[in-house]
């Protein structure tokens, strides 16, 4: 397994270009599933769970190929509606299948995911859609097994206990060819749940409210295929505001908006980060004072649980104590441990940490335990003194595309370590 080496202490600056957002490629490309044709994807990135996918839909009957940040998609007929557990194990956003399979075919066998570590993440509130969409949910021998009496779903009223996010791509897009209309109330909000309706939308379906918390949706007789760029990354993007923070360096990101991004601009404003619109992007410039932030993470437009261990990161140098709350997943405090070995002194109680604000970190050797965690144990190495090596980067690889490169650029001592570990 791969490590990344990184010998800290450099100020970034420089220009990034932003890659194409993960949480938008995925949901996207399982939405395909609903029309036959040929699909062309672009701005995708080059990531582990986007090829996941690819693999999931090639085995489902599809034909999926990845080159140089395009995904084609050809899908011509009868499919297998099976997601087995060899790939679902892999990635839990194989569960996006689900929806786009029920209603193509009125029945799907999708292997359950498991509990992942930052929670036990069921999909009770996807299943209790389909359900209320007249279809007929069991679980056996691990997978969830769903049929549709008659082959057709039917439109419904949905009351969502939580804003899930995959869960409101999920009955979107089974909603979309159901018969009838059926409205989402309390639904995500999030900037990858507009995308996926806006291409849905493109695609011939009549999507209306996605980006507030009530969709409502006119299913209609058949989709069609299409062509699309995928947004651009704004928890990538937020990671670099963090690093441009951390290093006190002067970053350029490109390619991407305000407007997905205004709850982590507002917090790290509050720490003193300087944060400007540019014509082609944001400019990130960095201080060597950074003031405790106070931080609760919420369903979007609050602060993103994806951001929340970049943030504590930069908290760890704050001169002074701060308090992150976690509300969204119940076990997301892994990079606690591993900050703290970097000689952080952070204390976790219940789902608050308090992080009280450390002259510098010592570089270590560190393991990262999920997607985020890996990213804000990079950002810890970027400033702490010395070497410090991360271990099981394969979670990165799961959500930054080249992310060593980029960093390279803008002057960082960072390099891959093959098979290290
Ligand atoms: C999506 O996961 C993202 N993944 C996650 O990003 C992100 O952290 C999360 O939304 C929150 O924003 C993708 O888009 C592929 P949820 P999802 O359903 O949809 C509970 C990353 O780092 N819940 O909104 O799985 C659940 O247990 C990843 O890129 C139920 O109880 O998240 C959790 O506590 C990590 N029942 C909370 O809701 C359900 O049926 C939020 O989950 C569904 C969810």
Redesign the pocket.
């Known amino acids: 397994m791969d490590s990344i080496r990184i010998v800290g202490g450099k100020r970034l600056v420089g220009a990034v270009p932003i890659s194409g957002a ?2 938008a490629a ?1 949901p996207i490309l399982a939405a395909s599933l609903l029309a036959d044709g040929n699909h062309v994807f672009r701005n995708v990135p080059n990531l582990r769970d986007v090829h996941t996918m690819t693999r999931l839909l090639d085995r489902l009957g599809a034909r999926a190929r990845y080159s140089d940040g395009c995904v084609q998609v050809e899908l011509a007929g009868a499919i297998d509606p099976t997601a087995p557990y060899d790939l679902v194990k892999q990635m ?2 194989s569960v996006l299948v689900l929806g786009p399979l029920v209603a193509r075919c009125g029945r799907a066998v999708v292997s359950l995911p498991g509990g992942c570590a ?9 299943l209790k859609g389909l359900s209320a969409m007249g279809a007929d949910v069991e679980l056996r021998h691990g997978y969830v097994e769903v049929t549709v009496p008659g082959g057709r779903l039917r439109g419904a009223d949905i009351r969502l206990d ?1 804003p ?4 409101t791509e999920n009955l979107m897009c089974a909603a979309a060819l159901a018969r009838g209309r059926t409205t989402l109330t309390n639904c ?1 909000r ?1 900037p ?1 749940v507009e995308e996926l309706a806006h291409v849905l939308n493109k695609m011939g379906a009549r999507i209306e409210g996605a980006g507030t918390s009530v969709i409502s949706i006119e299913g209609v007789d058949s989709l069609h295929p299409i062509e699309h760029a995928i947004i651009p990354d704004r ?1 990538e993007a937020g990671t670099f505001m963090v690093v441009a923070a951390a290093t006190a360096g002067d970053l350029l990101l490109r390619g991407i908006a305000f407007e997905p991004l205004q709850a982590v601009i507002a917090k790290l404003r509050e720490a003193g980060v300087g944060i400007e619109r540019e014509d082609d992007g944001i400019r990130v410039v960095g201080s060597h004072v950074i003031v405790p932030t106070d931080v609760i993470t919420q ?1 979007h437009p609050g602060f ?3 951001m929340q261990a970049q943030f504590m990161m930069l908290m760890c140098l704050a001169k002074g104590t701060s308090r992150i709350t976690e509300t ?3 076990n997301r405090f892994m990079h606690v441990s591993e900050l703290n070995r970097m000689g952080a002194d952070i204390q976790v109680n219940g789902r608050t940490a308090t992080v009280r604000g450390v002259e510098k970190l010592q570089g270590a050797e560190v393991m990262a335990t999920d ?2 965690a890996s990213a804000s144990l990079v950002v810890a190495g970027l400033v702490a003194e010395g070497t410090t090596y991360v271990r099981r980067v394969y979670h990165l690889d799961r ?1 930054y595309e080249h992310i060593e490169k980029k960093l390279v650029q803008l002057g960082a001592q960072i390099e891959r370590v093959p098979g290290d570990a």
């Open positions: 993960k949480n995925l839990r956003a930052i929670g036990a993440r069921p999909i009770d509130q996807h939580f899930t996010h995959t869960g995500a999030e990858e928890v369903p993103p649980t994806d969204v997943f119940e997607l985020r959500g």
